[in-house]
């Protein structure tokens, strides 16, 4: 496999879980070791491979891109075309574990609580706020700082994805990626709607 789009599908209820790659094949061990340990980063798609097993999911390689700049929008078009159950955030490339999740006024209260009392050093804190003045590299798991809190990319290959709104982007970048995957895609939804 090569770097481009997969899609990671439970069989029997076709819900499915959008991402891309630079290498997929690579990507998909990553995602089957983080399930098998009950240990991955997406919730949702954890507990169906708890409940239904490995043997329920297929992994299925939807377009192959060629140029890395264009992965993002091509994993966009994708989750806009699909809608996965699975994925948390309908944005592609915005980190795993907090975009898209909206936490209740009870749940606020219960982190407010449990971080009460804790009482951090001056050189602590000096670090975490220097970390946070950081920019972000892309392809690391660094902490969150104030660009990416309003939105704004912090590196190249996001900004083919966020600096647009989605239907200019989609009209910019629609050339980009597999045509006929596309078209073949669109045409078998025309077919299945008759």
């Keep these: 496999m090569t770097s481009g789009v997969y899609q990671i599908r439970h069989v029997d209820s076709g819900k499915s879980y959008i991402g891309s790659s630079i290498l ?29 097993g490995e043997e329920s999911f297929d992994f299925i390689e939807i377009e192959q891109v060629g140029d890395q700049a264009d992965l993002l929008s091509a994993e966009q078009w994708w989750l806009d075309a699909l809608r996965p159950d699975y994925n948390i955030c309908p944005v592609a490339g915005r980190p795993p574990n907090m975009a898209g999740r909206k936490f209740s006024p009870e749940h606020c209260a219960r982190i407010a609580v449990g ?9 602590t804190r000096a670090r975490m706020s220097a ?36 239907a200019r982007w989609r009209t910019d970048h629609r050339a980009t990626v597999n045509a006929r995957q596309r078209a073949k895609y669109a045409n078998s939804k025309a077919g299945g709607e008759k």
């Design 131 to 166: 970390a946070k003045r950081q920019p972000i590299r892309h392809g690391t798991n660094g902490g969150y700082n104030a660009e990416w809190r309003r939105g704004l990319p912090t590196c190249g290959p996001c900004r083919i994805a966020h600096a647009a709104p989605v």
């Design 24 to 52: 997929i094949s690579m990507r998909w061990r990553k995602h089957r070791e983080a399930l098998r340990r009950s240990d991955h980063e997406n919730p949702y798609l954890q507990a169906a491979w708890n409940k239904y």
């Design 115 to 123: 971080l009460a009392g804790i009482e951090r050093s001056l050189e």
